[in-house]
């Protein structure tokens, strides 16, 4: 089954790229990582984006993310076209409807659990208490209640993890981006965090999920593969579920 057999609403297509080009000169050389790629994301999907390495994956991902901009070609985020939006307009976005899980974490060492995620609202102006509970709900909704205080060399990997994928919901953002979330766990430690994007995809949040990984990329809706800078393919593998009940969290 391919994307295409899927009849979604016209509005719910929350990113739409239509033939994207990025290129790097380095030196006399130049790089091009993406080729004119198209792709449409719709709200409460759970994608995966596959490649090797050199594919153009991270480079689409930075620019999913608004992290870069595109050599040419167009990008609507929300019906909005990114080309048209100043640093504080793209800027919002990111901080608030986009939330970025990273294979490193990037913690603040010094910082417990609950100042990390609350970092976002801190740069979005929210006020202390506010801020706090926010915070202190999103640490419930991963598990870590009960790790609020702990500073990141206190806790294990998959905890760490946790703590970053609650920084990343704690703005309630549209996407959830999670550029290779289980990279540095072990197998065992990887599947529960596959477990609780999974229950965060049934809450109805929209997950981007990039990944070199044939088995974390299973638990995805939806697979694009990319190769030398094109879309390879691009498949339905598992039906949307419309109406889920959310799974406990492991």
């Excluded at 909005?80 to 901080?95: F, S």
């Excluded at 946790?162 to 599947?191: C, M, Y």
Aim: proline share 5%.
């Amino acid at each position: 089954m391919t994307n295409s057999d899927v009849v979604r609403p016209v509005d719910s297509i929350v990113i739409d790229i239509e033939n994207i080009t990025k290129n790097y000169v380095m030196g006399e050389e130049t790089v091009h990582a993406l080729r004119g790629v198209s792709l449409q994301i719709h709200r409460n999907e759970y994608i995966a984006i596959m490649g090797p390495s050199g594919s153009g994956k991270s480079t689409l991902m930075n620019m999913l993310g608004c992290l870069d901009t595109p050599s040419s070609g167009r990008y609507e985020f929300n019906g909005k076209n990114v080309a048209e939006m100043n640093d504080d307009e793209l800027a919002a976005i990111r901080n608030r409807e986009i939330g970025f899980v990273f294979q490193t974490f990037n913690l603040l060492p010094r910082s417990t659990s609950l100042r990390n995620v609350e970092l976002p609202l801190i740069y979005a102006g929210i006020n202390p208490v506010a801020r706090e509970e926010q915070a202190m709900k999103a640490m419930e909704d991963v598990g870590l209640g009960d790790r609020m205080y702990h500073k990141p060399n206190e806790l294990s990997g998959g905890q760490r993890q946790r703590v970053a994928i609650a920084r990343a919901l704690v703005n309630r953002p549209s996407i959830i981006l999670a550029d290779e979330p289980t990279g540095n766990l072990d197998s065992k430690t990887g599947e529960e965090i596959m477990a609780l994007f999974e229950n965060l995809y049934r809450r109805g949040n929209t997950i981007i999920l990039v990944t070199h990984e044939a088995d974390i990329a299973a638990h995805a809706r939806r697979t694009v593969h990319l190769r030398d800078g094109f879309i390879e393919s691009d498949e339905l593998v598992r039906a949307p579920e419309l109406e889920s009940e959310p799974l406990a969290v492991p």
